[in-house]
């Protein structure tokens, strides 16, 4: 069993700065993606950033230059750096893992994630 625990979200101004942590603990060999996505009221669940073991990272159009993923793979944490925040990056904000586990299998795991509002 594996768990993914989201943190750092909150409310902030527009033009203010966040940074998100979420934590993968439980039977895990390795993690091979993390990502983060988001899901504003009545919208589709989209991608914002990704970030492979290797550390290769996307980003979604609307984020690029303003977000920055980055992961501590020895802690099994993914990061994202929130710049520059707009009214419209408002969402709930999930985490994503691809986690290998020690007897081979690999997995698709989510977080419950962290609420970040943007408002004046």
């Known amino acids: 069993q594996v768990r993914l625990v989201e943190s750092g979200g909150g409310l902030v101004q527009p033009g203010g700065s966040l940074r998100l942590s979420c934590a993968a603990s439980?039977?895990?060999?390795?993690?091979?993606?993390m990502g983060w996505y988001r899901q504003a009221p009545k919208k589709e669940r989209d991608l914002v950033a990704a970030?492979?073991?290797?550390?290769?990272?996307n980003y979604a159009d609307s984020v690029k230059g303003r977000f920055t993923i980055s992961r501590d793979n020895a802690k099994n944490t993914v990061y994202l750096q929130m710049n520059s925040l707009k009214p419209e990056d408002t969402a709930l904000y999930l985490c994503?893992?691809?986690?290998?586990?020690?007897?081979?299998?690999?997995?698709?795991?989510w977080g419950m994630g962290t609420q970040v509002t943007v408002s004046a």
């Open positions: 994503n893992a691809a986690i290998i586990h020690t007897d081979g299998t690999v997995n698709n795991y």
């Open positions: 439980g039977s895990i060999f390795s993690i091979n993606y």
């Open positions: 970030i492979t073991s290797g550390g290769t990272t």
